[in-house]
């Protein structure tokens, strides 16, 4: 089946500065990709869908100057965190769509400390 | 009112036991339903998905809808330790991409 290579895993990082995490599709080309942060008990929250060529269209509440997604290609889409605070510490999930529907990275657990 | 609620668990059953887990949404456009089960720090993985009332079978999991009551339910048989999950519902309206997630139940299966 489809699969989302998300990297890095895992990160901590300082406050105040930024972090990239990537997400590839493998043997398959995304149009489109999701990117999903999830707090410790809590659902998926979307935030933000990617769209190859073209800007991100951000979910309401979301500051799209602190997450900045590039899809500049049909099988990788990056977030960065810019200016990390502790309270931006979460787990990070990219999903993209494939012929099937959608597969989901594994994540990142981002800290920052 | 959530657009999607989720019974939140925890729920602890025995090994061989079977498990209902359940879901409830509130608008009537939703026409997608899907099942996640995510592991521990890991990415949610595709259990089943249905666009229909009724029941849809793959080996030891069922997953009903009941558009009606606006209910949906995954059932587990023959449940088994590596099932320890969180199980997540997710919805998603027709002509959008826009998944709606429950909260996720945790479910333990105890050897």
């Known amino acids: 089946g489809a699969v989302v290579s998300q990297h890095p895993s895992r990160v901590i990082c300082k406050s105040g500065t930024s972090v990239k995490i990537e997400c590839r599709s493998l043997?398959?080309?995304?149009?489109?990709m999701f990117w999903y942060r999830q707090f410790p008990k809590q659902s998926l929250m979307l935030m933000a869908t990617s769209n190859e060529g073209s800007k991100a269209t951000y979910e309401q509440g979301v500051e799209k100057d602190k997450f900045l997604i590039n899809h500049a290609s049909l099988t990788l889409s990056t977030l960065t965190v810019t200016s990390a605070h502790p309270e931006d510490s979460s787990f990070y999930i990219c999903?993209?769509?494939?012929?099937?529907?959608?597969?989901f990275g594994s994540g990142t657990r981002l800290t920052v400390v | 009112q959530k657009e999607v609620e989720q019974d939140p668990g925890p729920l602890s059953v025995p090994e061989g036991a079977i498990v209902s887990l359940n879901c409830t949404y509130s608008n009537s456009a939703f026409q997608y339903f899907m099942w996640y089960r995510q592991y521990s720090r890991k990415g949610p993985e595709l259990l089943m998905y249905t666009y229909s009332s009724g029941n849809k079978e793959d080996g030891r999991f069922t997953a009903q809808v009941d558009k009606s009551s606006k209910y949906i339910s995954l059932f587990i048989r023959d449940s088994q330790p590596s099932d320890s999950a969180t199980y997540l519902c997710?919805?998603?309206?027709?002509?959008?991409?826009?998944?709606?997630f429950g909260t996720g139940t945790r479910l333990k299966v105890l050897a």
């Open positions: 999903s993209a769509r494939d012929s099937a529907g959608y597969t």
């Open positions: 043997d398959f080309q995304a149009t489109t």
């Open positions: 997710a919805i998603v309206t027709s002509g959008t991409y826009k998944y709606i």
